[in-house]
């Protein structure tokens, strides 16, 4: 026979009967039906009934769970709660599911209905709502392995409970937990346990608006009741808040407000108007300042870090509007001594001062009665005029403030002098004590 006779013979077969090249393929999908009907068909597997534990044994049965967070939409402060997508998954082994691979042609079988098969009874335990996913179809699956075991997967979405404290708000960490348990199964019929390798794993490109996820760990909080022992997981994610955004929104316009409050201590002491105004509405501003900022807030039985600054801030506004009271009252007084200097000049207060009435007294009559001046004098006397002599002899000390603040002859301007300096120095005393304070606590607490 020639050599290039079997070769189309060959493929003349193939095409006169096609059916045969495809045999194996259609044979396959028929026996993953067989596969199904043989280990869920009615009679064959009862759902109600858990898997068996370990090795066959009548111990409880265990599932591994590993979670995959998707995103973290938001953390809400006056809520005290944070929403968050994930894909949760479980796994364990119910031998009654085993089946034949053949040869390895059937890797696992795809279910999309879970209650064909047993399921654990986890909840989240701190969930305030939640919901599935299923556009456009249910986003669930189930893959049953030729061993037995059993793997569920599930997109869900979630709006979890997390108690904060914030008594260093905004220099805050705050940790949210996740935490899943068994509803009805006690630990002596079912235990979960974290996947081993890498039980949580999280987005790479997550971005959060105002945190930012810093760590993350697990860890098992099973609880007693009085119906039993549970098992329990949870994961804890552990959020820095991102203070350049309350740097800019909050500190920066504080410390603002608080620097144009001191502009009424430059302004001339008659510009009544200018300096009510200006104190009346940097105090409004910051009032509603502070106001606005706790409007974003819980209400909360303890001091906050950013109460602490508004409230000095709003103090340093009032202090500032109550020195312009007390300089127009001082230059009123000032006003009123002027006047009585203009009325007795200085000339006739010397002269009443320069008659000594005990030197000479005036009789009736108008002649004069001298007195008369002891004939021995005492010893107290002459040692009283020497520690007089002595004290005017002594030259007096040089005082610098003194001197300085002699140069505004008004106590009204000097009072305006004195708050220039004394304002800002007592507020950047504040601003050491309260950095330094807050953000060594902050430190403490991320330990």
């Known amino acids: 026979m020639w050599p290039g006779v079997l070769p189309l013979l060959v493929l003349l077969a193939a095409l006169l009967h096609p059916s045969r090249c495809t045999q194996v393929k259609v044979n396959f ?7 199904l009907d043989n280990i869920l068909g009615p009679g064959r597997y009862d759902a109600r009934i858990r898997p068996s534990g370990e090795n066959g044994t009548d111990g409880p049965a265990i599932v591994r769970v590993n979670l995959f967070v998707r995103s973290i939409a938001t953390i809400s402060d006056i809520k005290m709660e944070y929403s968050v997508q994930l894909t949760f998954r479980e796994q364990w082994l119910d031998e009654r599911l085993r089946f034949n691979d053949f040869g390895g042609r059937l890797k696992y079988l795809t279910l999309t209905e879970a209650n064909r098969v047993w399921m654990p009874d986890l909840f989240f335990s701190n969930e305030k709502e939640g919901h599935f ?10 893959r049953i392995f030729p061993n037995g075991s059993v793997l569920y997967s599930i997109r869900i979405s979630l709006t979890l409970s997390c108690p904060m404290n914030l008594k260093l708000y905004p220099l805050d960490r705050q940790v949210c937990s996740l935490r899943m348990a068994s509803y009805g199964w006690t630990t002596n019929d079912l235990v979960f346990l974290w996947k081993e390798g890498d039980p949580v794993q999280v987005v790479k490109n997550l971005h959060l608006p105002r945190f930012t996820l810093e760590k993350f760990l697990t860890d098992y909080c099973n609880s007693k009741t009085n119906t039993g022992e549970y098992s329990c997981l949870k994961v804890d994610l552990l959020f820095k808040r991102e203070f350049s955004y309350y740097l800019i929104q909050i500190y920066i316009p504080c410390c603002m407000l608080v620097i144009v409050s001191w502009v009424s201590f430059w302004l001339d002491q008659s510009a009544v108007p200018a300096r009510v105004s200006l104190g009346v509405t940097t105090l409004l501003t910051m009032a509603t300042q502070t106001s606005g900022i706790n409007a974003s807030l819980p209400p909360v039985s303890y ?4 109460d602490v600054w508004t409230g000095v801030c709003l103090t340093f506004v009032f202090g500032a509007l109550l020195e312009f009271a007390l300089v127009n009252y001082a230059s009123r007084s000032d006003m009123h001594s ?30 004069a009665n001298f007195a008369m001046k002891p004939l021995v004098r005492h010893p107290e006397d002459s040692i009283d005029k020497l520690r007089q002599c002595e004290i005017h002899m002594q030259p007096r000390k040089k005082n610098c403030c003194r001197s300085w603040l002699s140069k505004f002859p008004t ?13 800002p120095i007592v507020f950047a005393f504040f601003n050491l004590a309260y950095w330094s304070t807050y953000l060594f606590r902050e430190e403490e607490g991320s330990e």
């Not at 001091?303 to 950013?306: D, E």
């Not at 006047?339 to 108008?366: R, T, V, W, Y």
Request: charged letters at 30%; a neutral charge.
């Open 303 to 306: 001091t906050k870090a950013i």
């Open 338 to 367: 002027d006047n009585i200097k203009k009325q007795f000049p200085a000339s006739e207060m010397e002269h009443s001062s320069s008659i000594d009435p005990s030197s000479e007294l005036l009789e009736p009559d108008g002649s």
């Open 133 to 142: 996913h299923n556009i456009i179809m249910p986003n669930v699956y189930i």
């Open 29 to 35: 999908r028929e026996k993953e039906k067989q596969v």
């Open 411 to 423: 106590r009204s301007k000097r009072i305006d002098v004195i708050s220039r300096i004394f304002f």
